[in-house]
């Protein structure tokens, strides 16, 4: 009886690890499955999926075609409604013509009240955006349509690339120059590798913001103070000069 109490523990503990063998071998993950090129399909999932909504910030820079109520506190008179034309500039009474894109509503405020202060005494100027334009970004160079793409949240490179149909043969991708319009006239220029977004899936940290502009080179492109203002200036008539006070950083 003993012995038959000892066979019988024996089967039971070996059927309770065989049935945890298995649901050990169920809860195991599947590889992910892979494309034709060898990289796995989760990956360049990552890469081209839609990128995570962008943190909130309380600084908005004037674009062109925003819609500007310029108001004097003392000089009512001299209010004006007005469109941000698109070479970035507007035009005021008290200042003439002044360039507003790139600067937030306080900054073009403290600029006004500066302007306007050898015809005003301690004018007082508040500046309220009442229309905002179509947010844009730019994309040239080596794709299949260059031009303005609709800026969407979140947008990245590869994104607005891809509204212009796509990347042409010559692209250079581990060149690629995202300028960033910001106040004062000043850009700054980063180079960007989307050789390993395309052909390794690693997902882009870059997310494009109103006035960006793109640019794919067809070569490797060594010197960027050249090809800033070489090239993509050379592609929107309405960008401002950028030869002069802007800032690069690799």
Not at 154 to 183: C, H, I, N, W, Y
Request: with cysteine.
């Amino acid at each position: 009886m003993r012995t038959a109490s000892k066979s019988t523990k024996i089967i039971v503990v070996c059927l309770t690890l065989s049935v945890l063998g298995a649901i050990g071998c169920a809860t195991h993950t599947a590889p992910p499955a892979s494309d034709t090129a060898g990289v796995p399909s989760t990956v360049m999932v990552a890469a081209l999926a839609p990128a995570p909504p962008p943190e909130p910030t309380s600084e908005y820079r004037i674009q062109s075609g925003d819609e500007l109520h310029v108001r004097f506190t003392y000089q009512p008179e001299l209010n004006d409604q007005i469109p941000v034309r698109p070479d970035g500039r507007i035009s005021l009474a008290t200042t003439g013509q002044i360039i507003a894109v790139g600067l937030t509503p306080a900054e073009l405020e403290k600029l006004v009240e500066s302007k306007s202060s050898g015809r005003l005494r301690n004018p007082e100027v508040v500046v309220v955006v009442t229309k905002i334009a179509e947010q844009r970004v730019y994309v040239g160079g080596e794709v299949r349509k260059p031009g303005y793409v609709t800026l969407l949240p979140g947008m990245t490179p590869l994104q607005a690339v891809v509204q212009t149909g796509g990347f042409r043969e010559p692209a250079k991708l581990d060149s690629v120059l995202l300028l960033t319009p910001g106040a004062g006239n000043k850009f700054t220029a980063a180079r960007m590798d989307m050789e390993q977004v395309v052909a390794d899936g690693i997902p882009e940290r870059v997310r494009l913001h109103p006035g960006d502009v793109v640019y794919v080179p067809p070569t490797w492109i060594a010197d960027m103070d050249i090809v800033v203002d070489q090239y993509v200036r050379g592609l929107i008539p309405a960008l401002p000069r950028v030869g002069v006070g802007y800032s690069l950083s690799q």
